[in-house]
């Protein structure tokens, strides 16, 4: 790719509050379509970029008596919002 074809391309912003919420809403779920191994790329994903851009600040399983690592109930958890995504992500709700 040259320059010329670098500078035309369109450029894109996603909201990172958007991204926490899908992810929150994807991994809360208990159906048996979302599977152990999608919800650990979910988290893999949703960790990376929430460190990337200094928002990470830990997360909660959805039921403690089901949270044994590696489970499909240690992957049924939320991610806590930080400061700066709040007021983003209260208004997708």
């Known amino acids: 790719m040259n320059?010329?074809?670098?500078?035309i391309m369109p450029k894109?912003?996603?909201s990172v509050a958007k991204l926490l919420k899908r992810a929150n809403v994807l991994l809360?779920?208990?159906e048996?379509?979302?599977t152990l191994s999608k919800k650990r790329q979910m988290c893999s994903i949703i960790e990376e970029v929430l460190h990337?851009?200094?928002n990470?600040?830990?997360f909660g399983f959805c039921s403690n008596d089901d949270?044994?690592?590696?489970?499909?109930?240690?992957?049924?958890r939320y991610y806590y919002i930080?400061?700066?995504l709040r007021e983003n992500y209260k208004k997708l709700e």
């Open 3 to 7: 320059n010329k074809q670098r500078d």
């Open 12 to 14: 894109k912003t996603f």
């Open 32 to 34: 048996d379509h979302i």
């Open 28 to 30: 809360a779920k208990t």
């Open 56 to 58: 990470y600040h830990g």
């Open 67 to 76: 949270s044994d690592t590696g489970t499909l109930g240690y992957y049924t």
């Open 52 to 54: 990337e851009t200094g």
């Open 82 to 84: 930080s400061e700066c």
